[in-house]
């Protein structure tokens, strides 16, 4: 599932700054999260921020928990992981392309035409392609990730002194033996 905003409803408000303090208490009692009484609306925010995370319950995953339904949530801006992204680009330019009037029955018309084009090979397909991009990423991944040095350590910051006397006496040595 991709993170549109529709698909990420909370379950159960949280609190946020513009919130009433009255509810943020409500909120924070219902967690059975201590506050004070007299203490501020920005204090009880500070602790509703502390232990919202916890609280992050999507709607849909309830009804999808319900169903024996596994939820995948794809990363944010990759469009290129999600395969319904690909067929709704095609099916963008395939309109595009070809909506000369701007008249909604023509539009919805090859909407349609273009959707009855897509059948169960042009989806698999592209289930297949965007599984090759994961794993080229993956993969890129795991490249990264070997060929990661590691910059700072105490030990080497002190060594460039080291570095360049022994470059230096490896030159003058080199330039005497000529």
Not at 115 to 124: E, F, K, P, R, S
């Amino acid at each position: 599932m991709d993170n549109a905003s529709y698909h990420n409803t909370f379950a159960e408000k949280v609190p946020n700054s513009n919130s009433k303090k009255a509810d943020m208490q409500e909120w924070l009692t219902y967690k059975n999260i201590e506050f004070r009484e007299d203490m501020k609306k920005i204090e009880l925010y500070d602790i509703i921020l502390k232990h919202k995370d916890n609280s992050k319950n999507y709607a849909i995953d309830a009804i999808a928990k319900e169903n024996d339904i596994d939820i995948l949530r794809l990363p944010p801006y990759h469009p290129d992981l999600n395969p319904i992204e690909k067929i709704w680009g095609v099916l963008k330019n395939y309109v595009a392309n070809r909506n000369i009037d701007q008249n909604y029955t023509s539009i919805l018309n090859l909407i349609n035409e273009r959707l009855a084009m897509i059948n169960v090979t042009i989806w698999d397909k592209t289930c297949q392609h965007v599984e090759e991009t994961e794993n080229k990423y993956w993969k890129d991944y795991d490249d990264e990730q070997e060929f990661t040095i590691y910059v700072g350590d105490s030990e080497s910051d002190n060594d460039t002194s080291s570095f360049y006397d022994s470059d230096e006496n490896s030159i003058s040595s080199a330039n005497k033996e000529h």
